[in-house]
């Protein structure tokens, strides 16, 4: 199953799910226990599919739940700094994502080089979405679990000595990777609303089938 993934697939799906594993690891353990040592075939094979599993559902739940309302806010942005391309404001959420992902479909038929490029975008912009929901929530539950919290009030999780400075960077890391994605995220949801109202045929030229060499 795992060869069958491409790149996009593993953005989406997988290094979300190895992030989260990685906190957790290194927020109850620290980063000496977590990174010494090795694991056989067994125990990779194992940890590679719970990885794919963890970021399926980080990534779905990110869909379902928590892009929509991040798009929604894009998208009133982007419709007072540019209110030009912006989609007509009597049409639902509904409406203008099934217009967005009707116009991706036709350019994917008509442009595949073009749509996939802008694919891989969207799957790197995900990616960065997995990896901040999946480092912030597994710093938080390996810090829970840690020897330094168990047993003690919530306020430890922040104040905590040992493995604090771990904690920490973890949630930086989370952070920047979400300011990250909500920034690259602007801008593609910008060119998506652009390309709404623009025929790309006349500007792109893929080879078909039936062309010949030059």
Request: proline fraction near 4%.
């Amino acid at each position: 199953m795992l060869e069958k993934l491409n790149f996009s697939d593993l953005l989406r799906y997988g290094f979300s799910g190895g992030a989260l594993l990685l906190a957790l690891a290194l927020t109850r353990t620290g980063f000496d226990a977590a990174l010494s040592g090795g694991v056989g075939l067994s125990e990779g094979t194992g940890l590679a599919l719970v990885a794919m599993v963890a970021g399926s559902f980080i990534y779905t739940l990110h869909r379902a739940l928590l892009h929509r309302p991040i798009v929604q806010f894009i998208r009133w942005c982007l419709d007072h700094q540019y209110p030009t391309p912006a989609l007509p404001k009597s049409d639902s959420f509904l409406i203008n994502t099934y217009k967005r992902d009707y116009v991706r479909w036709v350019r994917r038929s008509k442009h595949p080089n073009f749509q996939r490029n802008m694919d891989l975008w969207s799957s790197q912009i995900h990616f960065l979405y997995g990896c901040a929901w999946a480092i912030g929530a597994g710093a938080v539950i390996g810090r829970l679990l840690s020897p330094a919290i168990r047993g003690h009030d919530w306020h430890y999780l922040l104040f905590a000595v040992e493995g604090r400075a771990t904690f920490y960077l973890l949630v930086l890391v989370s952070l920047l990777s979400l300011l990250g994605a909500l920034f690259q995220d602007y801008i593609a949801q910008y060119y998506d609303r652009t390309l709404l109202t623009t025929d790309v045929s006349k500007d792109l030229h893929e080879p078909k089938p039936t062309d010949e060499p030059a």
